[in-house]
Antibody, heavy 119, light 111 residues
Framework: QVQLQESGPGLVKPSETLSLTCGVS?????????WGWIRQPPGKGLEWIGS???????YYNPSLNSRVTISEDTSKNQFSLKLRSVTAADTAVYYC????????????WGQGTLVTVSS | QSVLTQPPSVSGAPGQRVTVSCTGS?????????VHWYQQLPGTAPKLLIY???NRPSGVPDRFSGSKSGTSASLAIAGLQAEDEADYYC???????????FGGGTKLTVL
């Protein structure tokens, strides 16, 4: 049973960098699949942030591309999100997720973690 | 404004059938990209309900079905139950944006 678990600070100051990690159990991220991040502002819909393939190649939401970096650490079986220069508009529940291909559905979600941007 | 358009809300009585629409364009659904549907219960992560337009993952009741035609897709829920009350989201890929797009979500109320 694959399980994903987000971790990181729940509060980030404006203009700083949001950093989250997704720990994966039950599957080696180096074995395949894409690993991504999706966020949901309070009371709003879902927004895809970006994904990384097990080879290390990445693709990002163009609206966030200049501020986002997704990386992987296969030795720890985890992948990470960095979002720079955050504002209050980046306040959201952040989910990590697994998907089989570029255009495919998410077949496994983390439980989500709320990150609030505030001074 | 979401790239994929969903009605904000739908409702139905227990036992009835409801549909949720997802309208896109020629750069996403109309370009042939698959549509996927998720159910999100309050306070929880989304759960995959329908993948690749009309396929149900193991464990999803056959009361849920999906279809796609032209630039739109639909999710149908038959035999409504109280536990179906949730938010529903469609997802596809957009070639002009080179990335995933989601609908704005539809809140289903079981009367």
């Amino acid at each position: 049973q694959v399980q994903l678990q987000e971790s990181g600070p729940g509060l980030v100051k404006p203009s700083e960098t949001l950093s989250l990690t997704c720990g994966v159990s039950g599957y080696y991220i180096s074995s395949g699949y894409y690993w991504g991040w999706i966020r949901q502002p309070p009371g709003k819909g879902l927004e895809w942030i970006g994904s990384i393939f097990h080879s290390g190649s990445t693709y990002y939401n163009p609206s966030l591309n200049s501020r986002v970096t997704i990386s992987e650490d296969t030795s720890k079986n985890q992948f990470s999100l960095k979002l720079r220069s955050v504002t209050a508009a980046d306040t959201a529940v952040y989910y990590c997720a697994r998907h089989r291909a570029t255009y495919s559905s998410v077949d496994c979600w983390g439980q989500g973690t709320l990150v609030t941007v505030s001074s | 404004q979401s790239v994929l358009t969903q009605p904000p809300s739908v409702s139905g009585a227990p036992g009835q059938r409801v549909t949720v629409s997802c309208t896109g364009s020629s750069s996403n659904i109309g370009a042939g990209y698959d549509v996927h549907w998720y159910q999100q219960l309050p306070g929880t992560a989304p759960k995959l309900l329908i993948y690749e337009n009309n396929n149900r993952p193991s464990g999803v009741p056959d009361r849920f079905s999906g279809s796609k035609s032209g630039t739109s897709a639909s999710l149908a829920i038959a035999g409504l139950q109280a536990e179906d009350e949730a938010d529903y989201y469609c997802q596809s890929y957009d070639s002009s944006l080179s990335g995933w797009v989601f609908g704005g979500g539809t809140k289903l109320t079981v009367l």
